[in-house]
């Protein structure tokens, strides 16, 4: 099984937005006995909370189901899964401090991404569902490509 976990501050807008986006891509290939995904942030804030209502909003507006609770991003995560994709720069930061190293298992979530390769998957909290909106496009595309490195990483 090929395990896979989204990262980002808090763990309710992007990181649950992009394991939601997955899954259901997933599905879509009948891929769900070879990867599996997971999400969490690298703060302790919303520990157990569900994802931002407005992540919920948006999935639910582009039919992909959200089924998660908040949890901290810890360093087994770093034996316990093949791929660690980071939604920002900064949670990349994070994540490398808490593993006390660097680690080819991690990705910046836009390195897979044509429109903005490299850069911030951006905080959509502090704004309104035209954010949210803007987040699920990236997350979209990004995922797509993600997917795509994996089947043909993995001969899938």
Known sequence: MIKILFVCLGNICRSPLAEAIFKVKI???????????????????????SPDPRTIEVANNHGVPVHHFGQQFKKKHGQEFDYLIAMDYSNRSNMIRELGEETSS???????????????????????????????????RSTDEFLQFVKEKHNL
């Open 27 to 49: 599905k879509k290939y009948g891929l769900e006995s070879k990867i599996s995904c997971d999400s969490a942030g690298t703060a302790n804030y919303h520990i157990g909370e």
């Open 106 to 140: 991690l990705f910046m979530m836009r390195d897979f991404d044509s429109d903005g390769k490299g850069e911030d998957v951006p905080d959509p909290w502090y704004g309104g569902m035209d954010g949210f909106e803007k987040v699920f496009q990236i997350l979209d």
